[in-house]
């Protein structure tokens, strides 16, 4: 099985697959899955673009994303660990969940979705038209059962200075001192000295910053991208608010550029005791933790299905030049969505 695995996994790393060009890792499960026996159908999102959908009638739904990153590594492995974009986020979950079926009939929905690390269209779709109950949204938890997810604003960020000869530092404003100012002045904002017990303080991650030249000049425009974690126990209005006085009293120019709502389901939920009862019949000690990034489940949460977010990998690895994944967490999660079908 675990040679089996490993296979799988590889191939759907090879299968370039960056958010708007999902066409080819579509068609390789929709092999994989007339290959099992499975029906299922597909559901429109946009030109040239759908979801796959296994069982769309049932009221509880398996979801994972089929696209990444633009890719910044290639597939290869080593030993029990396979390398590359995707290999953790998600197509390990793709690959727990194709060798699942193999393994186990189910009348549970699953879905593959596309658009994930761009606009979720694809499960602003899928949300939309099934209106599932319960689910599991599967992404890289290390095995851990997220029940919290954080939410995040992100800012764009302008600001002028005045151009001078860069030798001539008296007679400038250099813009992207300015903006750095601007930056290291977030540390005194009260809503990023909160705590939330699972997802631990509220942070924020400087995307990019962009101004100046080689020219010797002092810079008189800089901007910057800026991405606000959210807590669940954080009301998003309010720190919103909080965001637009800081950068009006700093006059800087903003735009909101995307909003994600925090969520929160109780530990004590149907969907979290049936993870749990499955986990412990294959031997695995189930953790309950948050996820600190936006996922599919924020659209499916905000249509009535309460969800959680569970699967193998590492969140921390995904995105990076590094990502990988141990094969044996693959076969795990296997063995424990194959519990739930």
């Given at each position: ?6 296979e ?25 899955l ?33 696209d ?45 979705t ?6 979720g ?17 599967m ?14 604003l ?24 300015k ?102 019949k ?21 249509h ?34 194959a519990?739930?079908?």
């Amino acid at each position: 099985m675990f040679k089996k695995a490993r296979e799988e996994l590889i191939n759907l790393v090879k299968i370039e697959s960056p958010s708007g060009k999902e066409k080819e890792i579509l068609k390789y499960i929709e092999k994989r899955l007339k290959e099992i026996g499975m029906d299922y159908e597909r559901q429109h999102v946009s030109e040239n673009r759908y979801n796959i959908v296994v069982n769309p009638s049932s009221s509880f739904v398996f979801c994972t994303h089929v696209d990444t990153v633009p890719v910044v590594s290639r597939a290869y492995s080593k030993g029990n660990v396979v390398y590359g974009t995707g290999s953790a986020d998600a197509k390990a979950s793709i690959a727990s969940l194709l060798i699942a079926l193999e393994n186990r009939d189910t009348k549970k929905a699953i879905a593959f979705t596309v658009d994930e690390e761009e606009l979720g269209l694809g499960s602003k779709v899928l949300a939309e038209e099934y209106r599932f109950k319960s689910g599991i949204v599967m992404e890289p938890t290390n095995l851990n059962i997220c029940i919290a997810q954080a939410g995040s604003l992100e800012f764009e960020i302008k600001i002028n200075g005045k151009e001078a000869h860069g030798s001539c530092i008296e007679y400038g404003e250099n813009a992207i001192e300015k903006i750095i100012d601007v930056i290291k002045g977030f540390e005194e904002l009260e809503f990023l000295k909160e705590k939330h017990d699972l997802i631990g303080f509220s942070k924020y991650n400087v995307e990019y910053i962009k101004g100046g030249s080689k020219v010797l000049l002092i810079p008189a425009y800089c901007e910057a991208l800026i991405d606000f974690r959210v807590l669940p126990n954080q009301n998003i209005e309010y720190v919103e608010n909080i965001l637009k006085n800081y950068f009006r009293e700093k006059n800087v120019e903003y735009n909101l550029i995307d909003v994600s709502k925090p969520f929160e389901i109780p530990e004590n939920s149907i969907v979290v005791e049936n993870l749990k009862n499955s986990m412990k019949k294959v031997g695995i000690e189930p953790k309950i933790s948050g996820f600190k990034s936006w996922t599919d489940a924020s659209h499916l949460y905000e249509h009535g299905c309460e969800v959680l977010i569970f699967g193998p990998g590492k969140l921390e690895l995904s995105h990076t030049a590094k990502e990988h994944i141990d094969i044996n967490d693959v076969l795990i999660a296997s063995n424990i969505i194959a519990e739930m079908f």
